[in-house]
């Protein structure tokens, strides 16, 4: 009988998958100072962002996607 993966849930965590199988992740530098960062730079960092190529498949492959 073949065992079944783990989900790391570090990634768990980290990263989305949407409908369509993309993997969503949050864009760095929000964490904290954003006293001193002007709200153009706050607004588009909150946007998520997709990952690309081969982060996709290290990421899936962490997911148990």
Known sequence: MARKGKTHRGAAKRF??????KIVRRKACMGHKTGKKSSRVK???NKPAVLSG???ARVKNLLNN
Request: aromatic residues 0%; without cysteine; hydrophobic residues 15%.
């Open 54 to 56: 081969g982060n996709e």
């Open 16 to 21: 989305k998958v949407t409908g369509t199988g």
């Open 43 to 45: 607004r588009r960092l």
